[in-house]
């Protein structure tokens, strides 16, 4: 069986070359109208994200996803008008293991968190696309 990918996917390895380092990714036409069919609006004319990782100070091998996305969603037409959103929106994410999760529960129960592979892989793409949902059905 296949594995299923993800619309707007940039998978990339948490290590001492990302981090501290101010990134910029945006998706391609092709990424934009597959997002538009998940989230089943009519167009997603831009999506772009900057981020910024860095150690998470209190909670040893976590990091901290500091990021912003910008859109605009085109979410239906109607009689020629369209009904649109623009989006810019500033969130963090803790990135950490399983079992650190379990382990920092309560330090973490204000944030959200993603959990990173053994390899340390993150996928920034698809977080910036739940975020991107979240912003358009807010």
Do not use: P, W
């Amino acid at each position: 069986m296949a594995e299923a990918t993800n619309e707007f996917s940039r998978v990339i390895e948490i290590n001492e070359s990302v981090l501290n380092v101010k990134s910029e990714i945006s998706a391609n036409e092709n990424e934009l109208q597959a997002l538009a069919k998940r989230f089943d609006v009519f167009k997603i004319s831009n999506l772009k994200l900057n981020y910024i990782i860095t150690e998470k100070e209190d909670i040893l091998g976590a990091y901290m996803l500091s990021a912003s996305i910008e859109s605009k969603v085109i979410k239906f037409l109607v009689d020629g008008k369209e009904e649109s959103v623009d989006i810019n929106e500033n969130f963090d994410v803790v990135l950490l293991t399983e079992d650190m999760a379990r382990n920092n529960h309560e330090e973490l129960q204000d944030f959200d968190i993603e959990v990173f592979d053994e390899e340390k892989r993150i996928d920034v793409g698809e977080i910036a696309a739940q975020y991107l949902s979240l912003c358009i059905f807010m």
